[in-house]
Structure formats: C-alpha cells, structure tokens
C-alpha cells in the first residue's frame, strides 16, 4: 500500500474503528518508517491526553520462585534444576510493602511462581494483612492460574487487580509453548473468572516468543479485543538458561514497541507498562517504550538478597531505574524526557 494509505488505516484504528485481519497485517508488516513515527506520535498524543506525560508506578515484590509449572520459555520452571527457589514470608512481604510505602508507591504487586506453599488460603491472609495497614493503596496479584474459590478469596481479602497473561491466543501456538498438563482455555477461563470477579484484570502476551508468526499477533489482538482486559502486558520473549528455548533468539524491542502503540490507539484508556523484558535488551528500552504510548512502570521492591533468583529470563534488570529504593534515577530518566511519577493509585478510569 501507498504511504497514504497506511496514514489512514492508522487513522482509522486511532478513530476507534475494528479492523479487518488483512489490515492488522498491513499495520504489523508494511509500514515505513515515516508511518511507524506518525503511528508512535499519534499513540503519545493518546497517552498525553489522558495521563498527562505522567507515568505511573507499582512495587514489584516477587513472593516465590517455586513453580509447579513448567512452562517452556520460563526460567522458573519446574524441570529447571539450576534455578535458584526462595519463596518470602508473609513478615518479608509486609516488610517489602513498608518500605514501598516509605518511598510513596501506592500499589503493591504480588507476583510468583504457582507455589504450593503459598496457598490460597495464605496468600488471601497475606492480602488481608495488607489491606488492613493499607486501607487506600491497591493490591494486584499475579500468581498464576488458581481456581474460582482461589480468586473469590483473594477478593474478599481485599485484592484489587489481577495480573494473568494469555501468552497466545493461537491454541496451537499455546501448545508449542507449554506442555500439556496447561491449556489456553482453561487460561482464558481464569481470565473471564477474573473479571467476573470484578477485578481489574491484565493480559497480554510475549513478542517474538518462538514460532509465533504475524498471524498469532492479530490472534492477540483480537482477543485483547473481545477481553477488554484494563491492563495489557506486553514484552519481548527473552531466553532463558536451563530452558528448552535457552537458543533461541530473543524477540525483537521494534516489534514490541510497534505492538505498544497500536495497543494505545486501540485502547486508549487502557494501562501499559514498560516492561522489565523491555528494560533488559535495550538501556532505552523503558523510555522507548513510555514515547511509543506505554503509562506504567513497576519497580522492582523485592528484598534485594533475592532479586537475582527471580530469573524468569537471562539477566533480568533490577536495579538502577528498575530497582525501587532508587526512584530519584528512574525520575531523572523521566523527567529528561519530559514526563514524571505519577505516585496516583493508578486505577483504570474510562475516559468520560
Ligand atoms: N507465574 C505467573 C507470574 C510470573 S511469570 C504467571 O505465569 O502468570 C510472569 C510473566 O513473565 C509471564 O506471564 C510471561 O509472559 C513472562 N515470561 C516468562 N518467561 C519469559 C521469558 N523467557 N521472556 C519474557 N517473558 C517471560
Ligand atoms: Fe511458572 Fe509463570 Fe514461569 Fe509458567 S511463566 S513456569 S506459571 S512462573
């Protein structure tokens, strides 16, 4: 297509307008890259209207490295003998949650393994334990696939969002990528369960995981239009030691940071970090992705004692602007390109 052409179907998806599988394609393969900066502008200017070159901020504090799953691409696997497991006291979390409220985050995020030892039960008290010394900041959860009796408790407990990516909508793809005690249904189930529930729910999916093609991406996308999740979590597929995928190459920040503004004209209110996987490929990677339409980043809270046992991938970043205790550089790196925290809980507002 013509240069004027692809302008309008970038128009056209920022209109708000559903696009047709052949146009997806075109938006993901054929733009130049005069289109590929109108498109990255127009998605700035979405997130400015909105958020007000402000970026908001999460403390993430990874609970467990202990995983019954075994995934493929993941690191914390459970077939993987060289990862390191620690799993933190609910004493630990508290502490982690003090000192992130000391330096002024206003959300919490519980991620982990799907740890046995940290059951349902456990966690919800944890959850509640927060919730009491913290009656106005949002906790989000990111622990895998649990049942509906699971997710109601951590409800009633007083969590407020979920994290739970799709990972791929193609149930094939699905397959190539997680061994065959997991399924895209059911993972599509947790996810319609999770928002039932009534909580804020993200999903998203990784960029260039192995032997996802174009067409799996518009899969993503289409579902991600079907869900309307409030969070959408996207980041390059990064390989991992003691993986089956530890060869394969890690997928490209270009595509990734493509995919993130097409993902903020589609869903202009939606919240979208600047992932970690982003920050660990490029030192840029983080602000790249806040002026491609990203508007949330999450810092690493952890106790520092195991922040490198949390190896999801290879080299994970998690200290300087990832590491929480130094919020002064990550608000120097934002400030420098014009924008700044946002200590706000964050929540997901439509626009009226
Ligand atoms: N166990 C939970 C939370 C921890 S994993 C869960 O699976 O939901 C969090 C996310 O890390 C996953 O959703 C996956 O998309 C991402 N991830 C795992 N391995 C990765 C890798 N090798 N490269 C990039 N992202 C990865
Ligand atoms: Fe476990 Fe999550 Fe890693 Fe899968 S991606 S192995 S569920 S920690």
């Known amino acids: 297509m013509e240069t004027r052409d692809n302008r309008e179907l970038i128009k056209k998806l920022y209109a708000g307008n559903n696009l047709l599988r052949a146009e997806w394609h075109t938006l993901l393969t054929a733009l130049n890259g005069q289109e590929k900066e109108f498109l990255r502008s127009l998605a700035t200017t979405v997130a400015e209207e909105r958020f007000d070159r402000s970026v908001y901020i999460r403390g993430l504090i990874e609970i467990s490295s202990y995983c019954r799953n075994n995934c493929l691409y993941c690191g914390l696997r459970a077939a993987n003998r ?18 992130g409220a000391s330096l002024g985050f206003n959300t919490f995020v519980l991620q ?61 793809h699905y397959s190539q990528l997680h061994p065959s005690s997991m399924s895209a249904s059911k993972r599509r189930k947790c996810l319609a369960t999770l928002k039932q529930q009534g909580f804020q729910t993200g999903s998203g999916m990784m960029i260039g995981s192995p032997r996802q093609t174009v067409e799996h991406l518009i899969d993503d996308l289409q579902f991600l239009e079907e869900l309307r999740p409030e969070m959408i979590g996207i980041g390059p597929f990064i390989p991992a030691e003691g993986t089956p995928f530890a060869g394969e190459p890690a997928g490209s920040i270009e595509t990734t940071l493509l995919l ?41 809270l952890s106790p520092r004692s195991v922040r490198s046992k949390y190896s999801i991938y290879n080299n994970k970043a998690a200290s300087g602007c990832e590491a929480a205790e130094e919020i002064e550089k990550l608000e120097k790196e934002l400030n420098a390109i014009g924008y700044r925290i946002n200590f706000a809980r964050g929540d997901y507002n439509k626009k009226k």
Not at 82 to 99: F, G, N, S, V, W
Not at 137 to 142: F, M, R, V, W, Y
Not at 283 to 299: F, S, W
């Open 112 to 172: 982990g393994g799907e740890d046995a030892a940290q059951s349902d039960e456990w966690l919800a008290d944890v959850v509640s334990a927060i919730r009491t010394l913290y009656p106005d900041k949002a906790i989000t959860l990111s622990v895998g696939e649990r049942s509906a009796k699971g997710y109601h408790l951590f409800r009633e407990a007083g969590a407020d969002r979920y994290l739970l990516r799709h990972e791929t909508r193609n149930d094939e």
């Open 82 to 99: 060289e990862a390191q497991r620690y799993r933190l006291t609910k004493d630990e979390i508290l502490e982690c949650c003090a000192q």
């Open 260 to 300: 993130i503004s097409l993902l903020r004209l589609r869903f202009p209110d939606a919240l979208i970090p600047a992932t970690t996987a982003l920050a660990t490929l490029h030192p840029a990677g983080r602000t790249r992705a806040i002026l491609a339409g990203a508007n949330v980043v999450m810092p690493n």
